[in-house]
């Protein structure tokens, strides 16, 4: 593992993590979908499930609150239409 977790690292580099995929969104035969994990520092960690070694967006719990609640609330659906 780097020393250092930063935004855009190799999700390879990351400690050994348990990455859940989002289950109520679609998973096509390509493995495509996203995939979170939980960092021993309480950071959230985001990949692609289909390149699980590729690059893992890193964002603070408060980040990732912001954005489920957002989601919970309806902020996003335009982005659906």
Avoid at 51 to 78: H, K, S, V, W
């Amino acid at each position: 593992m780097a020393n250092a977790v930063y935004n855009g690292m190799p999700a390879g580099d990351l400690p050994d993590l348990e990455w859940r995929l989002a289950t109520n969104v679609p998973k096509n035969d390509s493995g495509t979908g996203v995939e979170m994990a939980r960092l021993p520092d309480g950071q959230i960690a985001v990949r692609n499930a289909a390149d699980p070694q590729g690059p893992a967006l890193i964002y603070t719990r408060a980040e990732i609150e912001a954005l489920i609640g957002g989601a919970q609330d309806g902020d996003f659906d335009a982005m659906l239409a």
